[in-house]
Nanobody, 114 residues
């Protein structure tokens, strides 16, 4: 199983980024995005089920949108109105549908300048 993230980078406050995570090697039930800022614990940002049900941490509601393409085994995170508080390494996460084994991507850095 492999999860490969892309789309991170440096953006000014108020800007937007779109993260992608291409998964391979299994079929996944829940997919999501976590983030970890320096000195902080890793936190769930958003999750999405195979059927499209979503959940978000309160701090990103109305700004971030998670989506997925089951045919491509890919999950996306559209991030708008970014603030410096969104600066973190963002990790893709996916649970295999048969084994419930959880897998992680390598992480992609998102830096928002003020």
């Amino acid at each position: 199983v492999r999860l490969v993230e892309s789309g991170g980078g440096l953006v000014q406050a108020g800007g937007s980024l779109r993260l992608s995570c291409a998964a391979s090697g299994s079929i996944f039930s829940i997919m999501g995005w976590y983030r970890q800022a320096p000195g902080n614990e890793r936190e769930l940002v958003a999750g999405i089920t195979r059927g499209g049900s979503t959940n978000y941490v309160d701090s990103v509601k109305g700004r971030f949108t998670i989506s997925r393409d089951n045919a491509k085994n890919t999950v996306y995170l559209q991030m708008n109105s970014l603030t410096p508080e969104d600066t973190a390494v963002y990790y893709c996460n996916a649970a295999a549908i048969l084994s419930n084994q959880v897998y992680w991507g390598q992480g992609t850095q998102v830096t928002v300048s003020s």
